[in-house]
């Protein structure tokens, strides 16, 4: 689902997409079709790019770690930056059934930030049956999500195909809805943080998914 102004964008966007589950099954290549027909460079967790085996791969997809200055430049670069907003702390919002899902996305308010100083249009995307791949098997006390969050890496066990502990994925379809871009204006770098986050509508964001979620479930394309 691709709203067509998305299809003629003028400058670089930041692409927001949810959920992450155990992997970001969102993050394709094929989005850089997309978009004006700018390459999409996705931001990584910054702790992968410090292990010798990862960082010569995810260099060659043009993956960069996800961070203030890696965004800006992407941007300045001339390139769409995609980012997998709720990241680890995502992974432990689950389904409810019925459709309903969470997204942990109310503290995630620096990407508005960055938007803002770099004038750079959000396009807020959900990727519907991600949840339903694999269910990750938090513990009562709290303590693997803590771990997994502080450390910025996923540190905890999940349920595949079959049943089957840390096995293959479930074989679900899964379809990725974008809403339309949100404009972003420009101020300057100097600007206080705390400040810009307050002139952004971040119910903007949130309502979209949620109108993106509504019609998925009118179309039942996602189930």
Known sequence: MLPEELLTLDRPAIICVTPHNILPWSTSGAISKLFGGRLTVWGGAPVLFKLPMLRPLLAQFGTFPAGKKGIHQSLADGNNVGLVLDGIAGM??????????????????????????????????????????ATVLADPLGLLRWLSIRFDVSLTPFVGRWGVPMGAPRRKPLLLAFGPAIECTQLPLDCDAAAMEMRFDLEAKTNEVDRLQRRAKELDAAY
């Open 92 to 133: 432990f919002c689950r389904a409810r059934g019925h459709g309903d899902e969470q997204l942990y996305l109310r503290k995630r308010k620096a990407v508005c930030a960055i938007a803002l100083q770099s004038g750079a249009p959000i396009v807020p995307a959900y990727c519907f049956g991600s949840n339903e791949v």
